[in-house]
């Protein structure tokens, strides 16, 4: 069964500051990977997505993610975080069967001025 | 092009009672999905629907149903609503029929007293 892990519930940067985020997956297949963020009592909007290719993947927002097989991760990192950045962050692998999407339990990020 | 519309945005319920939610998806597109999501448990597929079929199914008990019309609109039902069933119900809509990015609405946040 697929699964996905992500080590850090919370995470706490400063406003200009580099982000990694973390995720490690599990899935017998190539995977097809994504980040999503959600703000407050919205729903989840698509920052990038893997599925074949380079391993290094640009995304909305100055974010970007790197596929390291070898590791089974999918971190995301941003080079300089804004306040807007607040928000929870999923990663998410999709099955090959359809389009049912298992996601991590989320990092909260919270920005410091 | 509008986006995946939800509605209500908000309920409140009682025990015992049933509900049903609706999801209108991105014109085009097809497959149509739910998620729940709480705080204890996250972001929990529940199922998923492509030209009016089930595709994928979670596991949740029989009392979580759904449907999709010809039109791609979709309606989950919970039936026998339990306080557990209190969270915010997520759609999810693609255009293709496996592993396409995922576009999500602001979901409906059902509240069971």
């Not at chain 1, 950045?85 to 919270?110: K, P, Q, S």
């Not at chain 2, 929990?44 to 009016?52: D, H, K, T, W």
Request: charged share 15%; aromatic share 12%.
């Amino acid at each position: 069964a697929q699964s996905v892990t992500q080590p850090d519930i919370h995470i706490t940067v400063s406003e200009g500051a580099s982000l990694e985020l973390r995720c490690n997956y599990s899935y017998g297949a190539t995977p097809y990977l994504f980040w999503y963020v959600q703000s407050p009592g919205q729903g989840l909007q698509l920052l990038l997505k893997y599925f074949s290719g380079d391993t290094l993947v640009q995304g909305i927002k100055g974010f970007e993610a790197e596929f390291k097989r070898s590791q089974s991760s999918f971190n995301l990192r941003k080079p300089s975080v804004h306040w807007s950045d607040a928000a929870e962050y999923f990663c998410a692998v999709i099955n090959n069967a359809g389009n049912m999407l298992t996601f991590g339990g989320g990092t909260r990020l919270m920005v410091k001025p | 092009k509008a986006g995946v519309t939800q509605t209500p945005r908000y309920l409140i319920k009682t025990r015992g009672q049933q509900v049903t939610l609706s999801c209108s998806p991105i014109s085009g597109h097809r497959s149509v999905s739910w998620y729940q999501q709480t705080p204890g448990q996250g972001l929990q597929f529940l199922f998923e629907y492509f030209s009016e079929t089930q595709r994928n199914k979670g596991n949740f008990p029989g009392r979580f149903s759904g449907r999709q019309f010809s039109n791609s609109r979709s309606e989950m039902n919970v039936s026998t609503l339990e306080l557990g069933d209190s969270a915010l119900y997520l759609c999810a809509s693609s255009l293709a029929a496996v592993g396409e990015k995922l576009f999500f609405g602001s979901g409906t946040q059902l509240s069971v007293l």
